[in-house]
């Protein structure tokens, strides 16, 4: 089994910034994937960053220039530095790591971003 504990969501104004951290822990193989979803109200859950095990990432065109994603293999961790904020990056944000065809979640962070 692989756990997720997240860290670093809030309240933010426009045009702020906000760290995201995801740290795992259990069963965990060399070679898997990081990344964040993010699920508004009423919205379904959307990609916001991944990053391959060789540190390959995509981005969502929303949040591309803005966002960005990095993974620390040797602590088991990914990070997303948010900046630029805007509100409709209102969401709980959630970490998954993907290894042997298994998608692990973490519990998820809320980020509001609102004046």
């Known amino acids: 089994q692989v756990q997720l504990v997240e860290s670093g969501g809030g309240l933010v104004q426009p045009g702020g910034s906000l760290r995201l951290s995801c740290a795992a822990s259990?069963?965990?193989?060399?070679?898997?994937?990081m990344g964040w979803y993010r699920q508004a109200p009423g919205k379904q859950r959307e990609l916001v960053a991944r990053?391959?095990?060789?540190?390959?990432?995509n981005y969502a065109d929303s949040v591309k220039g803005r966002f960005t994603i990095s993974r620390d293999n040797a602590k088991n961790t990914v990070s997303l530095q948010m900046n630029s904020l805007k509100p409709e990056d209102t969401a709980v944000y959630y970490c998954y790591l993907g290894q042997l065809g298994n998608t692990y979640w973490g519990q998820g962070t809320q980020v509001t971003v609102s004046s």
């Open positions: 990053i391959s095990s060789g540190g390959n990432t």
């Open positions: 259990g069963s965990i193989f060399r070679n898997y994937g």
